[in-house]
């Protein structure tokens, strides 16, 4: 069907057509540049060697839990036959601690107990339990004392 006048006026046809053809130009820019896509490394390379670490153990997990809880002192007794804690092992392990200590976790399968505190363990309780128990000191570096307060005073 042909109409006996034109729709659309040249007036308006050249804005239109100029229009269209900016937006193509406009759509164009604005895809990402190839060259730099492809010179990404891809993340599922071959080459790149996979490091994992190595699973901690329950232990190791325990003492990572009290140095996170920021303790002073940790302390770890064992049996000195590497045998699990027997009843009587626990009741002398539990009369020989002082009451500063703030944390107690039984670890590596009952092997272990694990002592957090922020005070030292007074001298005679230490004794007694190295005596029947193995003893480690896993205690982070204590700091030196620091210089009083007020030096200019002599």
Do not use: H, W
């Not at 390379?45 to 670490?53: G, L, Q």
């Not at 957090?116 to 309780?125: K, Q, R, W, Y």
């Amino acid at each position: 069907m042909i109409l006996p006048y034109d729709p659309l006026p040249s007036i308006i046809k050249q804005p239109l057509a100029l229009s269209f053809c900016l937006g193509i130009l406009f759509l164009a820019g604005c895809t990402p540049n190839q060259r730099i896509m492809e010179s990404a490394p891809s993340p599922s390379s071959a080459d790149s060697p996979t490091v994992e670490k190595p699973a901690k153990t329950a232990f190791e997990t325990d003492v990572e839990a009290m140095r996170t809880a920021d303790f002073r002192y940790i302390y770890v007794f064992r049996r000195k036959d590497g045998q699990p804690f027997i009843e009587d092992d626990k009741r002398l392990l539990g009369s020989g601690m002082p009451a500063e200590v703030n944390r107690r976790k039984l670890s590596d399968e009952g092997r272990a107990l694990i002592v957090g505190s922020n005070f030292p363990m007074p001298d005679e309780d230490m004794e007694m339990l190295t005596d029947n128990f193995a003893f480690q000191d896993l205690s982070m570096p204590q700091p030196a004392e620091s210089p009083q307060a007020n030096n200019n005073v002599q």
